[in-house]
DNA sequence: GCCTGGTGGAAAGCGAACTTGACACGGGTC
DNA sequence: GACCCGTGTCAAGTTCGCTTTCCACCAGGC
């Protein structure tokens, strides 16, 4: 597994009461993107995660951070 | 070219007078991404990006910015 | 003129991000 | 039981991030 961050995607889309399907139409993205990154299997580029910070409202930094348990160095 | 966002690592570098070489070893990345980030080859995984923001002290939001020139929305 | 060192740039290969398509599970409606 | 919805996962294919490898430019020593 190759995830670098954790991210509260899960949480800020059950706030607002969104399928991965609803998310991922808003994010313009395939639902198996926005699943895959809920459930940790990889972590979205950078324009993506631009997106998804822009879809709720918040910056980058709210959505995703650094997890250093996983972080070799 | 697939760039979709701007980024001010060039300008950032020079403040600090870093070369690609002394910012690509801050980031334990190679020169040569560096390199392809600065000249808008590509834009960095999201990690990479959060590793960029730290080595300069500045949110995500204060290096890369959405380049709304190229997304058709 | 020739070699060396330090900078910036580009092509090829590998793995990761993302796609479409399919299948399985649990819950609600009829 | 049959159908729809939301979710989780796998397979196969394409594009992109990153590394490795190689090239060009400029300055200095001999």
Same mark, same amino acid.
């Given at each position: 597994m +190759?995830c670098a961050l954790?991210?509260?995607?899960?949480?800020?889309?059950?706030?607002?009461?969104?399928?991965?399907?609803? @998310?991922?139409?808003?994010? !313009? =993205? !395939?639902?198996? !993107?926005?699943?895959?990154?809920?459930?940790?299997?990889?972590?979205? !580029?950078?324009? @993506?995660? *631009?997106?998804?910070?822009? =879809? *709720? +409202?918040?910056?980058?930094?709210?959505? *995703?951070?650094?997890d250093r348990e996983r972080q070799t +160095?």
């Amino acid at each position: 597994m +190759g995830c670098a961050l954790k991210n509260r995607l899960r949480v800020l889309r059950a706030e607002r009461d969104w399928s991965q399907q609803e @998310l991922a139409d808003r994010l !313009s =993205v !395939s639902r198996q !993107s926005v699943n895959a990154i809920e459930t940790g299997r990889y972590d979205p !580029s950078l324009p @993506l995660a *631009f997106r998804i910070a822009d =879809v *709720f +409202g918040l910056a980058i930094e709210q959505v *995703f951070e650094p997890d250093r348990e996983r972080q070799t +160095g």
